[in-house]
């Protein structure tokens, strides 16, 4: 079974789309909006990656998890990259609309973080937690200012999927045969060297529910006459991420700025100053051949953008935390759980019988406030 014990799933119709969400047995849709608490899962899995967390969090609460459209149980509709993450969020925006909730607490884990800048951007949010996010300049080919490298943004996009772990996705592949294969891929990516589950056959069931139909997972790509050879597409999943169709460092200047809590892991492999999965570090690393330089093609400081523009948040009288975790890759709810509830509940400033003290953790906790 994917469900664990009192969680629940149903399919909310949406002027956009049908949307399934996950819920939890017993809670109330009369819970005021400071007490909801809204979960957005990261590319390439679905809702059923925060069923533990939604168990843990206190009862009074209303906590709902959204499968983005071409993950989960959502209708697998094509995705336009042009928009950025707005569809994704627009999604969200209607969901929540279409079960009477104007405002609440975002959770966005990896491009869900994102989902949730942008959601923020154009609906606002009673807080934003940002888990392991995509950079706010989008995935790849910029530099630390944001300023992006070629007019095409090569090397970013549908044309940087594996084409064999998209086979393996395609073919519903469980086993852990090849590196490529989606248990290795969150074993070797999503956690740190080492992390055992109980429950990896869920979250690997998660991942293959990604869409793989055209207009989802990874889009469509085109080619490019600066190195690597490709660019991003206008349909996809992937392209939803390149710089030129995403960049919500407008954050910085919300009027309206929501407490965040930005919170990842010191081993992530594919959010970081040198992802694995940024084609101008693997051509650093000479995994890519014919890498033109650090002029040319530096890797994206993803972390430092992040952090760039959270400052710039704080410095305009916003809030923010922001805690790195020791020994934690790409997923910090699972991995260091009893630490994440801790910042959640804190961030969306709980006060319950539930508000456990903080556990003691190995972070780097860096606090500024206006």
């Not at 709902?64 to 071409?70: E, H, K, M, P, Q």
């Not at 994704?88 to 609440?104: K, N, Y």
């Not at 190195?227 to 392209?239: D, K, M, Q, S, Y």
């Not at 890759?329 to 003290?357: D, K, N, Q, W």
Request: hydrophobic fraction near 40%; proline fraction near 7%.
């Amino acid at each position: 079974m994917t469900l664990f014990d009192g969680i629940t799933q149903r399919v909310i119709e949406t002027p956009r789309l049908n949307v399934s969400i996950l819920e939890r047995a017993g809670d109330s849709d009369a819970t005021p909006a400071d007490r909801t608490v809204v979960l957005i899962h990261g590319n390439v899995s679905s809702s059923l990656f925060w069923q533990e967390l939604m168990q843990d969090l206190p009862s009074d609460l209303r906590v709902i998890a959204i499968d983005l459209r071409g993950y989960g149980g959502s209708e697998h509709a094509p995705i336009d990259a042009t928009r950025g993450l707005r569809d994704f969020s627009d999604d969200v925006h209607a969901t929540l609309e279409a079960l009477g909730i104007r405002r609440a607490h975002l959770v966005g884990w990896s491009m869900g973080g994102g989902v949730v800048m942008q959601y923020a951007l154009d609906h606002g949010a009673l807080s934003l937690t940002l888990e392991s996010p995509v950079s706010p300049y989008g995935f790849g080919a910029t530099r630390r200012d944001g300023s992006r490298l070629s007019d095409d943004d090569a090397g970013c996009g549908g044309g940087g999927a594996n084409p064999d772990f998209v086979q393996r996705l395609i073919d519903h592949d469980e086993s852990d045969e090849a590196a490529t294969s989606p248990r290795n891929v969150f074993r070797s990516s999503y956690v740190a060297p080492g992390f055992v589950t109980e429950h990896e056959d869920v979250w690997v069931a998660s991942m293959l529910t990604t869409s793989t139909a055209t207009g989802n997972y990874p889009g469509d790509s085109t080619p490019s006459e600066h190195w690597p050879g490709f660019a991003p597409g206008t349909i996809g999943v992937l392209n939803t991420m390149a710089p030129k169709h995403f960049d919500v460092s407008g954050i910085a200047d919300l009027a309206d700025k929501p407490p965040v809590l930005w919170v990842h892991g010191l081993l992530d492999p594919i959010v970081s100053d040198a992802s694995l999965y940024d084609f101008n570090n693997l051509g650093k690393l000479g995994i890519v051949p014919g890498w033109p330089g650090d002029e040319v093609a530096p890797p994206q400081e993803m972390v430092s953008q992040m952090r760039d523009v959270l400052a710039r948040y704080s410095a305009g009288g916003g809030d923010v935390t922001e805690i790195a975790l020791e020994d934690v890759g790409h997923t910090p709810h699972l991995e260091r759980p009893a630490e994440f509830r801790h910042a959640l509940l804190t961030v969306i400033g709980y006060v319950g019988p539930s508000a456990h003290p903080a556990p003691p953790t190995e972070a780097i906790i860096i606090r500024s406030a206006d």
